[in-house]
C-alpha cells in the first residue's frame, strides 16, 4: 500500500519543527511535505510553479493548514482547495494560533474538516498534534478520491 503524504502549510519554523516532531513521535509514518506560505500550498496541490513536475492526482492525505500566512492567506487558501473538484473533498484541518471567533466561523463556512487552536504549552501542543494524527491518518475514513487511504 502506498503511504499517501501530508501537506503542512505553516510559515513559524518553530511550530513547523514541533509539528512535525509531534507526528514522528506518534508513529506516523507519512511523508511530510511542507509549504511556508499560502502560494507555495496551492501550486504544491495543483502542481504548478516550483511543483509543476509533481504528478497533480498524488493528493495528500490530509492539509494541516495555518491560516495566518505570508502571500495567500489560509482561508483563500481553504477557498481555492474547496472551488476545485479534484481537492474539494481533501481533507483540511486547521492548526492556527487565531483566537478570533470569525477565523473559526469562517473555516467552517468554506468547509474546514475541523479547527484546531495551537496551546501555547508545548506539552499541550505535542499531544493536540498527535491526537490530529492519529484521528485524521489512522481512524478517519474520508470519501473515494480525496486523499484517503479509500482509493489506494
Known sequence: MDIKSILLVEDN?????????????????????????????????FAAGAYSNRDPEDLPTIVILDLKLPKIDGLE????????????LLPVVILTSSDEQKDLVESYSLGANGY????????DFSEAVRQLGVYWLLINEGPPGSGSSLDE
Open 13 to 45: 519554523a518553530d511550530d513547523e519543527v514541533l509539528t512535525i516532531r509531534s507526528l514522528r513521535n506518534s508513529n506516523v509514518a507519512n511523508d511530510i511535505a511542507v509549504a511556508r506560505d499560502g502560494a507555495e500550498a496551492l501550486d504544491y496541490l
Open 77 to 88: 487558501v481553504l477557498r481555492r482547495i474547496r472551488a476545485n473538484q479534484r481537492t474539494r
Open 116 to 123: 484546531v487552536r495551537k496551546p501555547v504549552d508545548f506539552g
